[in-house]
Structure formats: structure tokens, C-alpha cells
T-cell receptor, first 110, second 115 residues
């Protein structure tokens, strides 16, 4: 089983749609969880950290289920500017290194 | 301010050249990282520094040599690279290496082409 698995997509959705991304991780000792967004030929930018209690930032909602080792990201009312690759990222172990999923590509169309 | 800066933005070098990539942050972060990213792939960790000491070397070839002169600076010295080393090289930093506060912030990267 891969350490962090994501559906690679692409997800092609119309503006205004709601889209959900899922991610699973294999290391039950993982401590921190993140969603990063990466535009073409740019660096990853932190979108949000993910907590067991769930967290919301505007149109974006992230959820963590530790029992199922599952992370989700929900984007409501998609905008053209949301088009990017979304990376599920897990940190674990004493070295704190990040484990990246392969990313899910989102394309929002007019 | 969550800014990490990297220079140069672009670098083209021959296989016999020696060059250096530079990374700087002024957020007081004590952990700094080098990643390599090929097209359509996620970033791959190369090196980790914690409190200016090398913490992780992910079996990177010796033609890549990291250096952490102080808590704000991180260099990556390049020598005798191969064309397959062409990639985007990303620097990142975090408050600490593990636990709460280990959110990593990335610089814009150096796009390296080896001829």
C-alpha cells in the first residue's frame, strides 16, 4: 500500500460545482495532515491544515478520520481560479518529513 | 509573513559546471528542507536541516552538496550534474522539525536545466 494515495483525476467540473477529493494514508502514527495547492510550474502553497475536528475556510472544508486513515477536501461553489493540482500531505515520525500524495488535478470550466 | 525566497529562478548549466542554489527565510524557522520535483510528480525530499545540522539525507548522490551557513540560509551546491537532474528544486522551512509547528512553507523554486 502506498504511503499517501489520492485519485489523480483529472476532475473537470463547471463553475459553481461542488467537488470532493479523498486521500488515504498508511502510517497510523502520522501526526499532521495538510492540503497544499500547486499551480502549473509553481511551488506548493499551503491551503489548509487538517484536524480531527474538521476545519473550514470559506468555500473549503477539510476532514480527517484517524480511524479510517482518511482525509478529505470539499470545495464548494468552484471558481475558475481553483484550477490546480491539490496535494494531500502527511507528516509523521520524529524526523517530521512530509509524505506527498501524487496530487489530484482539478480543472474548473466556465 | 510566510516568505521563503530562492535564487536564481532559472539556471542552465553544463555537466562540468559548479553552481549553487540559495534559499533564505526570515521567519525564525529552525528546520529547512530541499526538495526535487520532476514534471507531473510530487516533490521528493532530498535533505533536511534542523538547527543548522543535517538531519536527513535521502540517499542523494554526492554531486548534490547541502550547506546551512546559519539559521536563515540554506544552500545547495551542484557539481558534475547529469541531464536527468533537470527539475524544479524547492526549498521549504518550518518552525520546527516535528510535531505542532511543522507546517512547511515553500519557496518559488529554482528551475534547473542540465545540458
Amino acid at each position: 500500500r502506498k504511503e499517501v494515495e489520492q485519485d489523480p483525476g483529472p476532475f473537470n467540473v463547471p463553475e459553481g460545482a461542488t467537488v470532493a477529493f479523498n486521500c488515504t494514508y498508511s502510517n497510523s502514527a502520522s501526526q499532521s495532515f495538510f492540503w497544499y495547492r500547486q499551480d502549473c510550474r509553481k511551488e506548493p502553497k499551503l491551503l489548509m491544515s487538517v484536524y480531527s475536528s474538521g476545519n473550514e475556510d470559506g468555500r473549503f472544508t477539510a476532514q480527517l478520520n484517524r480511524a479510517s486513515q482518511y482525509i478529505s477536501l470539499l470545495i464548494r461553489d468552484s471558481k475558475l481560479s481553483d484550477s490546480a493540482t491539490y496535494l494531500c500531505v502527511v507528516s509523521g515520525g520524529s524526523q517530521g518529513n512530509l509524505i506527498f500524495g501524487k496530487g489530484t488535478k482539478l480543472s474548473v470550466k466556465p | 509573513d510566510t516568505e521563503v525566497t530562492q535564487t536564481p529562478k532559472h539556471l542552465v548549466m553544463g555537466m562540468t559546471n559548479k553552481k549553487s542554489l540559495k534559499c533564505e527565510q526570515h521567519m525564525g524557522h529552525r528546520a529547512m528542507y530541499w526538495y526535487k520535483q520532476k514534471a507531473k510528480k510530487p516533490p521528493e525530499l532530498m535533505f533536511v536541516y534542523s538547527y543548522e545540522k543535517l538531519s536527513i539525507n535521502e540517499s542523494v548522490p554526492s554531486r548534490f552538496s547541502p550547506e546551512c551557513p546559519n539559521s536563515s540560509l540554506l544552500n545547495l551546491h551542484l557539481h558534475a550534474l547529469q541531464p536527468e537532474d533537470s527539475a524544479l528544486y524547492l526549498c521549504a522551512s518550518s518552525q520546527i522539525l516535528a510535531g505542532e509547528g511543522n507546517t512547511q512553507y515553500f519557496g518559488p523554486g529554482t528551475r534547473l536545466t542540465v545540458l
